[in-house]
């Protein structure tokens, strides 16, 4: 546009050029998560130039203008075709991917590799802030776990992934947690150590997610499986599960002491509690016992056969006939053995101590 004396005032786009960036008349490259496919025409402000940095970051998941622009053409840049990528537009992009749309227990399938994923997740691990981060974490099922075929998967939250099952009894009794009741259903997280081996620190130190079930999630897992299985099915399950959490009291430091100095953790307080109320201690009469049974550790042989079988006595199953709870087996030269016995007692001490001390009070 001139002035009066022919000056230009400032720059007034023609009818055709408005025409121009309006229509969709560019040819365009798409994709459908794998193979890429040309065929289409779209506005130039929805297309990306098809550079290294886009097909790392957005692989085949936007529309790339075809072919590509010359590096100094003017018309690209003024039709709206997008060189650069923000933190944002990422950001922006990886929610739609994974939108639920109100079915928030059904998690969005999606189409595209595990490299595509991990160049996102390093992307926004340097371009966001630790709290742009958790927020995004808190609000969005943003971790892509891959089922099946190898470039499709979902979208899960951070409650629904851990890093590592060392147990491996939650992938044992998947199918049987996922159709069970709601609750059970949310004990399975899908393990994310088997698909990004070289992120650890990335997921468990800046996405926060679960390193490893702890005694919560085992406690729980150990009142599914007494409820769901015989004694004789699911022994060996339920004595690796005792030790892992006798284990971890022990580590504790003492912990009858700590509970007799009323310096008990709230949260092993509460979990102990669990256990206390629920039939999950395996009995060598086949079924399962609580404390109100006032099951009993038979360290002789001998004096348990003095007991006959109708008796109101009862005795835990240290898993003797497997050949992994002899009390009388020596610790390895590594310091670090404890038979199942040990944790027994430990675990039952603990119960009995703070089960006690519930009447008292």
Not at 210 to 233: Q, Y
């Amino acid at each position: 546009m001139l002035d009066a004396a022919g000056h230009e005032v400032r720059e007034v786009e023609t009818s055709f050029a408005m025409v121009l960036k309006s229509l969709a008349w560019l040819p365009v490259m798409v994709s459908d998560g794998g193979n890429q496919i040309a065929g289409r025409l779209e506005v130039g402000s929805k297309l990306f130039v098809k550079s290294s940095e886009a097909e790392r970051l957005l692989a085949g998941h936007v529309s790339y203008l075809l072919p590509d622009p010359l590096v100094t053409s003017t018309l690209a840049e003024f039709l709206g075709i997008q060189h650069s990528i923000s933190v944002d537009f990422v950001a922006e992009l990886l929610k739609s991917w994974c939108d639920r749309h109100g079915q928030s227990s059904t998690p969005a399938t999606f189409r595209t590799s595990l490299q595509h994923m991990q160049a996102v997740y390093q992307f926004l691990d340097l371009q966001m802030t630790k709290h742009q981060l958790q927020e995004l974490l808190r609000n969005h099922p943003v971790i892509f776990y891959p089922v099946g075929d190898v470039v499709e998967g979902q979208f899960l939250y951070r409650s629904e992934v851990v890093w590592a099952d060392d147990t491996r009894l939650f992938e044992k009794y998947r199918e049987s947690l996922l159709s069970a009741d709601p609750a059970s259903a949310k004990l399975y997280r899908y393990p994310l150590c088997v698909v990004y081996r070289d992120m650890e620190d990335f997921f468990t130190r800046t996405m926060c997610v679960l390193r490893s079930p702890g005694i919560p999630e085992l406690v729980e897992l150990l009142i599914h499986i007494a409820s769901t299985s015989v004694v004789s099915k699911a022994l060996p399950d339920v004595l690796a599960i005792f030790s892992v959490i006798g284990r971890a009291l022990l580590a504790n430091s003492d912990v009858i002491g700590q509970a007799r100095d009323s310096v008990i953790d709230e949260s092993l307080r509460r979990q102990m509690k669990r256990l206390k109320a629920e039939k999950v201690i395996p009995g060598k009469n086949g079924s399962w016992l609580h404390l109100d049974c006032r099951p009993m550790i038979a360290d002789d042989r001998q004096l348990e056969k003095m007991f006959p079988q109708d008796a109101a006595v009862f005795f835990v199953d240290c898993g003797e006939k497997l050949g992994i709870g002899n009390s009388r087996k020596k610790p390895s030269h590594t310091g670090l053995s404890l038979s199942l016995t040990a944790v027994y007692s430990v675990i039952l001490q603990y119960c009995y101590y703070t089960y006690f001390k519930c009447l008292i009070l």
